[in-house]
Every structure is written in structure tokens, then in C-alpha cells.
């Protein structure tokens, strides 16, 4: 194998055999087509949103705070010095915090998916939602260029049955299918330790 490192002959060989509790942390090739880089929303102190939140009114709900700002420009340098083309397509959750994190990669201009909302506290809305997002998936063309999303953890845990911390989030091969296979776990630095969800 020569000097391939074991953890990525792995990678590239199943990456079956990572999921979920054998995470690997890197390195990825972001820029293999058929790649989604799925993450949390960047570092917003507290839990959900206050009662009586508005979608339309960013003033409503819980948000980004400076080192969450500063988290997310961080993230943005590190996932383009990781190979991604600033020119990337981001999908945002409609949730500002979602929104101002996407904007802040400094990637191209993000889209606003529905398919990747938050269900806190709406867990009528699970099923619902993750059949959209697992659907949309299936749809991306398999060669297609690297894309990133931004959502919530709730979002993740139901994907990958982990916790995410502000700014982590799993890099993905698309199938074709509902299912696509995590490779593993994206990693961001933050000037804190603290979980908030």
C-alpha cells in the first residue's frame, strides 16, 4: 500500500466501515464529485427558540453570536482550504442562524432548502421533513460537483444518530438512493468547549 495512511486506505477501500462510531476526522477529498459536506449551524448560545418565534424575523429567534460569526468565517477558510471552490453551492435551512452561518462560509450565494428545517420541539415534523431532505439527496446527480448544507442538530442526530457541536458535521457520498454514505465527521474549531444545542 505504500505510504498510504490505514485511516484513509479505509476510507477510500469501505467507507462503510466508518459508520457511525468509527468517525474519521480526515482528510477528505471535498473536491470528489458526488460530495455533500452536511453541517450544524455555527456556535448560537442557548436551546431552540424562543416561544412565539417568526421565521420572517430574525429578531424572534436565537442567533449566531460573535464567536459563532467568527466560528463561521473560520469554517468557510477551512473547508475552501480543504479544495472546495469558493464558487460551492450552499443550502440553508430558513433558520437565521442557519442563513447568516451559510453566508459567512464565504462560498457561493446559499439557497434556502425547506428540507433541511429544524423539528426541535415540532417532533411531529421528523418524518416529514427527513423524507424531504433523504429525497432530495437522492436526487443530486451522483458526479455533480461538491455541494454543502447548513442545518440543525436535531437534523444530524436523525441521519447519523450523533451529536454534533456547533460547526461539526459529516461529510457524505451520494448513492443515487435515499441512503448515502457517511464518510465521516467534519470538525471546526471554535474558541470554546461548550455544547449547545
Same mark, same amino acid.
Given at each position: 500500500?505504500?505510504?498510504?495512511?490505514?485511516?484513509?486506505?479505509?476510507?477510500?477501500?469501505?467507507?462503510?466501515?466508518?459508520?457511525?462510531?468509527?468517525?474519521?476526522?480526515?482528510?477528505?477529498?471535498?473536491?470528489?464529485?458526488?460530495?455533500?459536506?452536511?453541517?450544524?449551524?455555527?456556535?448560537?448560545?442557548?436551546?431552540?427558540?424562543?416561544?412565539?418565534?417568526?421565521?420572517?424575523?430574525?429578531?424572534?429567534?436565537?442567533?449566531?453570536?460573535?464567536?459563532?460569526?467568527?466560528?463561521?468565517?473560520?469554517?468557510?477558510?477551512?473547508?475552501?482550504?480543504?479544495?472546495?471552490?469558493?464558487?460551492?453551492?450552499?443550502?440553508?435551512?430558513?433558520?437565521?442562524?442557519?442563513?447568516?452561518?451559510?453566508?459567512?462560509?464565504?462560498?457561493?450565494?446559499?439557497?434556502?432548502?425547506?428540507?433541511?428545517?429544524?423539528?426541535?420541539?415540532?417532533?411531529?415534523? #421528523? !418524518?416529514?421533513? &427527513?423524507?424531504?431532505?433523504?429525497?432530495?439527496?437522492? $436526487? /443530486?446527480?451522483?458526479?455533480?460537483? %461538491? =455541494? @454543502?448544507?447548513?442545518?440543525?442538530?436535531?437534523?444530524?442526530?436523525?441521519? #447519523? !444518530?450523533?451529536? &454534533?457541536?456547533?460547526?461539526?458535521?459529516?461529510?457524505? $457520498? /451520494?448513492?443515487?438512493?435515499?441512503? %448515502? =454514505? @457517511?464518510?465521516?465527521?467534519?470538525?471546526?474549531?471554535?474558541?470554546?468547549?461548550?455544547?449547545?444545542?
Amino acid at each position: 500500500m505504500g505510504s498510504l495512511p490505514r485511516r484513509r486506505f479505509l476510507a477510500i477501500l469501505a467507507p462503510s466501515l466508518l459508520l457511525p462510531r468509527g468517525w474519521a476526522a480526515g482528510p477528505f477529498d471535498l473536491k470528489a464529485r458526488g460530495t455533500v459536506i452536511m453541517l450544524r449551524h455555527a456556535y448560537a448560545p442557548g436551546i431552540g427558540d424562543p416561544a412565539g418565534f417568526d421565521l420572517a424575523d430574525c429578531h424572534t429567534q436565537r442567533n449566531l453570536s460573535d464567536e459563532g460569526r467568527t466560528q463561521a468565517r473560520a469554517l468557510g477558510a477551512q473547508l475552501r482550504a480543504a479544495g472546495l471552490s469558493p464558487t460551492t453551492r450552499v443550502f440553508t435551512s430558513p433558520w437565521c442562524r442557519c442563513r447568516e452561518t451559510a453566508r459567512l462560509l464565504g462560498l457561493e450565494a446559499s439557497i434556502v432548502l425547506e428540507a433541511l428545517s429544524s423539528f426541535f420541539a415540532r417532533s411531529e415534523e #421528523t !418524518d416529514r421533513i &427527513m423524507t424531504a431532505l433523504r429525497e432530495f439527496l437522492r $436526487r /443530486l446527480p451522483t458526479d455533480g460537483p %461538491p =455541494i @454543502v448544507m447548513v442545518t440543525h442538530q436535531v437534523n444530524l442526530s436523525a441521519l #447519523t !444518530d450523533e451529536f &454534533m457541536q456547533s460547526g461539526e458535521g459529516v461529510v457524505l $457520498r /451520494l448513492t443515487g438512493t435515499r441512503e %448515502p =454514505i @457517511v464518510v465521516g465527521k467534519w470538525q471546526s474549531r471554535r474558541d470554546s468547549d461548550e455544547k449547545q444545542p
